[in-house]
């Protein structure tokens, strides 16, 4: 059982990334899948999270109408679109599974991926 997350890079403020997370050995759509960063010096926190329930997703207050997550259930995979990117957003971001149908907070979560860095910079 594998998690993957890739996309991440440098970019300018007010630029795009997507960041993929693909899974190896389980279905994502079983699982609820969140995105968590952590920056320099900073505990990790939760950015996203899309139910296995019904795909509805939430966000961070920091992020809400910036960043979107979605399902491509025949690659097996989820992604973070991430607009309007900020310096503060700035980190290493990770996915994680979780075998249920609600979004759990970081301790909660089964599994997780290698994070990905994404500098935002001019």
């Known amino acids: 059982v594998q998690l993957q997350a890739s996309g991440g890079g440098l970019v300018q403020p007010g630029g795009s990334l997507r960041l993929s997370c693909a899974a190896s050995?389980?279905?994502?759509?079983?699982?609820?899948i969140g995105w968590f960063r952590q920056a320099p010096g900073k505990e990790r926190e939760g950015v996203s999270c899309?139910?296995?329930?019904?795909?509805?997703?939430y966000y961070a207050d920091s992020v809400k109408g910036r960043f979107t997550s979605s399902r491509d259930n025949a690659k097996n995979t989820v992604y973070l679109q991430m607009n309007s990117l900020k310096p503060e957003d700035t980190a290493v971001y990770y996915c994680?599974?979780?075998?249920?149908?609600?979004?759990?907070?970081?301790?909660?979560?089964?599994?997780w991926g290698k994070g990905t860095l994404v500098t935002v910079s001019s």
């Open positions: 899309v139910s296995s329930s019904d795909g509805a997703t």
């Open positions: 994680a599974a979780y075998r249920g149908t609600y979004c759990p907070d970081a301790s909660g979560m089964d599994y």
């Open positions: 050995g389980f279905t994502l759509n079983d699982y609820s």
